[in-house]
């Protein structure tokens, strides 16, 4: 038994669990958001497509990590994951990544339609495949690049439900994408030495840290500005308005305490991610609420 559940949970660790709860909130929340368009409220359909968008981004994190175990082996942050550290065959772990994503985006096109599916398969390729293989390796702009199909959920989770992506989809992308250099920025701050060590070019190893902290600190306030995108567009009512006006006020001051160095960029790091956390929360319980 204890090999057993030792086994689950490198399969676990394998698909970075912390990825895929993102991945399943934001998509998830698009899926509510596309009923405001549908008009029709599947819950069957939208857990279904929530929980294979979940499966594509696991396969996804497999390949990822067969890709980058060699990097992965001079990190101290990451020389503990399953193949890094030889805990788990790598010819396995290639298989059950491809699998999972071959499975997963079938199934979305077998229940939802080729749309969900072209986005889903899209944003796997690019994450496992162009920006793990290149952009990570050559450019340290790959977070911005790589931004991309890390905001692809809510569009998969909308377009499944309404059969297109519309405005609010669009919006919830448009959090998901401005979120994500800053928070990698924070993490690359936080652990120059191991991306140095690994020969990651990422912004503080390539430009310094003055310049890292100017541009994370326009990318953090621009995403408190655009907690509020949602409200503009009135997409929700004061509940989440209210809510989004004191995550952003918080994330603001976080911001410029970090740029200050008043606060670590460990702290903002974890605290970027329970930001956007919250307020994906706060979104889908208005809609659902609405409904």
């Not at 191991?194 to 995403?223: C, E, H, N, Q």
């Not at 997409?235 to 209210?242: E, S």
């Amino acid at each position: 038994m204890t090999a057993v559940l030792q086994r689950l949970g490198l399969l676990i660790r394998l698909g970075k669990p912390r990825i895929a709860l993102m991945v399943g909130i934001t998509a998830f929340a698009g899926a509510v958001a596309a009923v405001l368009h549908a008009g029709e409220v599947d819950m069957v359909r939208i857990l279904l497509i929530t929980f294979l968008t979940i499966t594509t981004a696991y396969g996804s994190a497999v390949i990822n990590n067969y890709l980058d175990r060699d990097i992965d082996s001079l990190m101290n942050r990451t020389r503990g994951r399953p193949l890094a550290s030889g805990q788990f065959p790598p010819s396995l772990a290639l298989r059950l990544g491809i699998a999972s994503v071959a499975a997963s985006v079938l199934l979305i096109y077998a229940v939802a339609g080729a749309l969900p599916a072209l986005l889903a398969l899209v944003a796997a390729a690019s994450y496992s495949l162009l920006y793990t293989l290149y952009l990570k390796r050559t450019t340290p702009w790959a977070s911005i690049i790589g931004a991309i199909p890390g905001a692809m959920p809510p569009l998969i989770g909308y377009s499944a439900i309404a059969g297109g992506i519309g405005v609010e989809g669009l919006i919830l992308f448009a959090i998901l994408f401005i979120w994500q250099p800053p928070h990698f920025w924070y993490l690359a701050m936080m652990l120059e030495g191991d991306y140095r060590r690994a020969g990651i070019p990422v912004l503080p190893v390539v430009y310094g840290r003055g310049f890292t902290r100017r541009l994370t600190l326009l990318f953090s306030l621009l995403l408190a500005a655009a907690l509020f995108l949602p409200c503009a567009s009135s997409l929700t009512g004061m509940g989440y308005c209210l809510g989004a006006s004191i995550l952003s006020v918080i994330w603001a001051f976080v911001s410029l305490f970090a740029y200050a160095g008043k606060v670590s960029s460990r702290l903002a790091f974890v605290l970027s991610n329970l930001v956007v956390l919250l307020a994906f929360l706060l979104f889908t319980l208005e809609v659902v609420q609405s409904l």
